[in-house]
């Protein structure tokens, strides 16, 4: 896993992101190149296992929750995650816990 991960780093640098590009930006040319920029990301990461992707998405957790820098939620996820409380309360969908989901494995 160490391995598949150190292949990776390159495409995602350690500094800080730059700021969000604006829509005038993206439109003037920039689109073209974040779409090369995540083709080759997306090309490494397809070629990862699913548990060495969920290894990565728990590393990326980590160092988001680690600085304490995580970005408001948008307006509309505090609406989607009242309907699923409702749903759940109302008998109509039930949770899964992480532990669950893990050992479970994704559904294909």
């Known amino acids: 896993m160490e391995k598949q991960l150190a292949?990776?780093?390159?495409?995602?640098?350690a500094e800080k992101p730059s700021p969000t590009p604006t829509p005038t930006e993206?439109?003037?040319?920039?689109?073209?190149?974040?779409?090369?920029?995540w083709s080759g990301r997306m090309a490494a990461i397809n070629q990862m296992?699913?548990?060495e992707?969920?290894?990565?998405?728990?590393?990326?957790?980590?160092?988001?929750?680690?600085?304490?820098?995580?970005p408001e939620p948008p307006e509309w996820h505090g609406r989607v995650l009242a309907e699923r409380a409702q749903a759940v309360e109302?008998?109509?969908?039930?949770?899964?816990?992480?532990?669950?989901?893990?050992?479970r494995g994704p559904r294909r």
């Open 7 to 13: 292949s990776l780093r390159h495409l995602f640098p």
């Open 26 to 37: 993206i439109w003037s040319g920039t689109l073209k190149e974040s779409f090369q920029v």
């Open 49 to 51: 296992t699913d548990l």
């Open 53 to 70: 992707k969920v290894q990565a998405m728990e590393q990326l957790w980590q160092s988001l929750t680690v600085n304490n820098c995580m």
């Open 90 to 103: 109302e008998g109509k969908t039930q949770y899964t816990s992480l532990a669950a989901l893990k050992e």
